[in-house]
T-cell receptor, first 114, second 113 residues
Framework: GAGVSQSPSNKVTEKGKDVELRCDPI?????LYWYRQRLGQGLEFLIY????????KSGLPSDRFSAERTGESVSTLTIQRTQQEDSAVYLC????????????FGDGTRLSIL | GQSLEQPSEVTAVEGAIVQINCTYQ??????LSWYQQHDGGAPTFLSY????GLEETGRFSSFLSRSDSYGYLLLQELQMKDSASYFC??????????????FGKGTRLHILP
């Protein structure tokens, strides 16, 4: 596609439910990143993929968070048993390769936990 | 540890010049990037410095001094549309780990008419 696409754009759910966020990177981009941004805050690195592998999962806040990528394309970020502190905008970015390449961001998924 | 420091807010007048500083501390270093984010929007890439010196792209310039672990973004001929948050990001290395990208908390730039 022309840019990074994320869905849904907004998600409201009850505490304790599971949610799945989707990211479609720019075609051909091998690196894919997930970030969390709380209101008025910076970008918190969660995880990145090189191809379908995730060399660095150190940013995932807890074992309730998981992510996968298939076909060196679409990625999903899953949050299980959501908590109110999970409320944030979840941003996905992709780049042609990992080193020295600018990241192209999607518009994010705004997640609200009631 | 590793960290990035940048001012939380900066205010400047339309048509003026403003500099946003970023200092970093990482175990290794591969480059400093700058991103712009308007309210409700996605971050967009502005510039990247891997070597010391100044990189110029139109009204925006970015500077890096690796010996000082310091960089800045310079915005000239400020326009109202430049009102946004600006993030520095460092690609650094942790001991015994692959490198990772660390973003600063962002600098909110207010432009006054």
């Amino acid at each position: 596609g022309a840019g990074v696409s994320q869905s849904p754009s907004n998600k409201v759910t009850e505490k304790g439910k599971d949610v799945e966020l989707r990211c479609d990177p720019i075609s051909g981009h091998t690196a894919l990143y997930w970030y969390r941004q709380r209101l008025g805050q910076g970008l918190e690195f969660l995880i990145y993929f090189q191809g379908n592998s995730a060399p660095d999962k150190s940013g995932l806040p807890s074992d309730r968070f998981s992510a996968e990528r298939t076909g060196e394309s679409v990625s999903t970020l899953t949050i299980q048993r959501t908590q109110q502190e999970d409320s944030a905008v979840y941003l996905c970015a992709s780049s042609p390769e990992r080193v020295n390449q600018p990241q192209h961001f999607g518009d994010g998924t705004r997640l609200s936990i009631l | 540890g590793q960290s990035l420091e940048q001012p939380s807010e900066v205010t400047a007048v339309e048509g003026a010049i403003v500099q946003i500083n970023c200092t970093y501390q990482t175990s290794g270093f591969y480059g400093l990037s700058w991103y712009q984010q308007h309210d409700g929007g996605a971050p967009t890439f502005l510039s990247y410095n891997a070597l010391d010196g100044l990189e110029e792209t139109g009204r925006f310039s970015s500077f890096l001094s690796r010996s000082d672990s310091y960089g800045y973004l310079l915005l000239q001929e400020l326009q109202m549309k430049d009102s946004a948050s600006y993030f520095c990001a460092v690609r650094g290395a942790l001991e015994n780990r692959d490198d990772k990208i660390i973003f600063g908390k962002g600098t909110r730039l207010h432009i006054l008419p």
